[in-house]
């Protein structure tokens, strides 16, 4: 079962910082969290993932809290190229590598 | 990033015939690749793990009869449904893990995922 929480749709205006929350209040301390976005009818694409350090990249920042059991994903200036659904996965880094997808967040960005 | 090449991109077939969808990785080696299925408006469903020269491992209530899985090279896993009927109609999805060589270090690891095969069962 997914280990994470997301809200089921957000907006944002085009030009925004567009602001995705994830709770995985479950995360044991060798889970790191990935962040992935699939647009309609295409396989998903890699974010960016993270332990405990805020993470940034040129797609994206990551922000994790300091118990570790939220973050955060920051698309800095929101493009309508950036509407997708956006998931949140808690992953271990040994053992089964599963990757379980929960039932993200859809985006849609506004002109 | 990596690229995973998943082809066909679409098919459409008659109830009782097989489909078999591939998936490679161009670039890189992947020791383990993933298969989903995902039903319209749905997240995406772990259907089995693949890892190479070994057997897969399926997850509850899939059906490995259903869906043989053969992942015989470091950049090749296919995924066969066999005796396909409408049910099974979905948009099937494949990734492989690209593991970073040679220093192992997993923290780096990342998931990359096939443009997708939408099989449609008549």
């Known amino acids: 079962d997914a280990k994470t929480t997301q809200p089921p749709s957000m907006d944002c205006a085009e030009g925004r910082a567009a602001n995705l929350p994830c709770n995985h209040s479950t995360i044991s301390g060798n889970e790191y969290v990935y962040w992935y976005r699939q647009i309609h009818s295409q396989g998903p694409q890699y974010i960016i993932h993270?332990?405990?350090n805020n993470e940034t990249n040129e797609m994206a920042s990551l922000i994790i809290t300091e118990d570790r059991k939220s973050s955060t994903l920051i698309l800095p200036h929101a493009t309508l190229r950036d509407t997708a659904v956006y998931y949140c996965i808690v992953r271990a880094l040994s053992g089964t590598y599963k990757y379980i997808f929960g039932t993200g967040t859809r985006l849609k960005v506004l002109a | 990033g990596a690229v995973v090449s998943q082809h066909p991109s679409w098919v459409i077939c008659k109830s009782g015939t097989s489909v078999k969808i591939e998936c490679r990785s161009l670039?890189?080696?992947?020791?383990?690749m993933f298969w989903y299925r995902q039903f319209p408006k749905q997240s995406l469903m772990l259907m089995a793990t693949s890892n190479e020269g070994s057997k897969a491992t399926y997850e509850q209530g899939v059906e490995k009869d259903k869906f043989l899985i053969n992942h015989a090279s470091l950049t090749l896993s296919t995924l066969t449904v066999t005796s396909a009927h409408p049910e099974d109609s979905s948009f099937y999805i494949c990734s492989a893990r690209d593991f970073p060589r040679p220093s192992g270090d997993a923290t780096n690891e990342k998931l990359f995922f096939g443009s997708g095969t939408q099989l449609s069962v008549l």
């Open positions: 670039d890189f080696q992947a020791t383990t």
């Open positions: 993270g332990l405990k």
